[in-house]
């Protein structure tokens, strides 16, 4: 299998996009308060930017339609969950599109 490599600059800019998803999504979850629908409008914006799968995308964006129909609710702990759960998500993404190599490492099975 041909191992895909990026050019510097094209993963400089993924870079950029999933640090700037990861850090509003990592606000959120330290700062409940914050979990207006502004923010997690932000947070969409910044997840369409992603190149995530179809499933990952699927995924993310129920996990943030969670948040928002809990944040609604005023059920805070859970929303803060499904904000954690999002973070996890993407920040796996990250490796996955950025240290291919670590991540097929880290989770082999022998």
Known sequence: ?????L?????NELDRRFQAAVQKIARLCQNPSAQT????????IALEELPLTAEEFQL???????ARH?????????AIFETKMLLG???RCQTAMLEPDR????????
């Open 37 to 44: 629908p502004d923010g997690l409008d932000a947070i969409q």
């Open 1 to 5: 299998m041909e191992k895909r490599t």
């Open 89 to 91: 998500l993407v920040r």
């Open 70 to 78: 809990y944040q609604q609710r005023e059920e805070t702990n859970a």
């Open 103 to 110: 991540r097929r490492i880290r989770f082999r099975l022998t």
């Open 60 to 66: 993310a964006m129920n996990r943030l339609v969670n």
């Open 7 to 11: 050019h510097k600059p094209a993963q």
